[in-house]
């Protein structure tokens, strides 16, 4: 996700942006001096919370949670947010930093990747192939790890960004080469099946399940003749997209390849009368959308400092309920493919969207998305600069104040213990139990949140409690045939790394367990704890 340019016309979303290091500390819980009903009194009449676990599984994930990871070192000149400089060159300077960053995707369990190029990396110049430019070294290096640990891998290229793909109309003016939608859709089909004959064919990286043509070509990054960026045509953008995505389609699958093609990747979780009224529908094997709007229920969403914010709940109700009937009619999976927090500040390197508040937004955002049946979700990012759109980054690659590579990769503070921590413990491809919620509101807003996972390999349960509210609750939760105990971790605002890696024993009695819930927090009951040290669940 990257800067809007123009938030009121197109309602989109960005990419957002203190080196928040490890050493450094915690981040203030609101950035914007915005608590969750500060001074409210809670409603008497829900001064305790219930979960009941039936038994009966409501959906099952055809993939898992991640983040996005770019391959894309060389900055773009046009509009591109921080799309690129996040990952390090494949290089024996930085060693050591590319196994730390390993680790951490490793202990994040990053199941669904979302691998970024753009094509200037691998094709520069028509019939020009660069399958060893340090870029592609970067993607091989992401490929192989995702192949080794079993993640799923949406390949997206993010944008063309070549001259000789570029309308003629866009050529020589290197920021709309970057925008604009490719003029050869032929040349576009028979590339990406050139790229994935290499990638899968030849390098065996079985690993990508997907690939995505464009980022968001409903915002920027899709311009066709007459478009300038300020003034553009949506439905015209939007046939020509269809056609791309047919092109597309129809060359990889006579070409054999093992791939589904995702589409249409807008932002932000716009408002369709139905899917199958869209020109892309016919196109695409899975749909896909981004997130970056949403705050919590009981916030104004007028009040927030990006004009484009909407209520989570009103937002989700009016779309994932419908798309996933839609979907799955079909046979198609349903997928967030970019979700985060810019809705309190964004730009250069505010800290904003890697918060504590943000955090806690975007697992919520999460948990509610897994019980509406979505097929995965994709946070962006894993590593990003975060001094160009905000702090986004799971883990910190980038001195921000000496524009210079990390030795090792740490993690960034809020986003690693609180969204990560939610990520490392969902299982592939999981099975979403039916969770319901009882009590748990303040002032008619439902302020409690959970969703229920078991693994698809081993039936381990993993519990995802999210309390946004500023006041603590007792919590009663049944789980009819659960064997044994439960383990227990919370991350609150402010709390040290080893206390929130610091699992309690929760004890059954019967067919049920009593715990607190932690004013503003997220709570993780599992019956099957990870070493904090050791990988996620995959």
Known sequence: MNEPISRRQFLMGSTLATSTLLARGASAPFPTGEGPAAGAAADLAADTVSIDLTGRMVH????????????????TVGHGGSGFGGTPPVIP????????IERHAEWLGLKFIRAEMDWRQWQPEKGRLTFDSPEMAILERILSWAQGHGSDVLLQCMWPNVEWLAFPEYRRDPALVQASAPCDLDALAQGWVTLLTELVGRRGHSCIRWIHLVNEPNFYWWLVPPDTGADQDRRRQTLYLAEALRAVRAAVRAAGLPVRVMGPGWTDLPILEGLAGEPWWPHVDDVDFHCYGACYD?????????????????????????????????GRGLFITEFGSQIYGWKADDPAPGSFKSSLKDTEFLVRALNMGIDGANHWSFTNRGDMDGQWQFVETWDRAWKQWLESAVPHRDSYFVLGLATRHIPHRARVMEAAVRGGGVEGRQRVWASALRSPKDSSLTLLIVNDAERSWPLRISLPGQQGGLAKISSTAGARPEAILHYTPVAL??????VNLEPFSLTVLTDTPLSPDGPGRW
């Open 60 to 75: 099952q994930m055809q993939s898992g949670v991640g983040a996005s990871w770019q391959s894309i070192v060389y900055p």
């Open 93 to 100: 300077r930085h060693s050591a930093l590319w196994k730390s």
């Open 298 to 330: 009981w916030e104004d969403p007028t009040a927030m400092p990006a004009s484009w914010a909407f209520r989570m709940g009103e937002r989700l109700g009016a779309t994932l309920p419908g798309y996933r009937e839609e979907t799955a009619k079909s």
């Open 509 to 514: 009695a019967g067919a049920a367990a009593e």
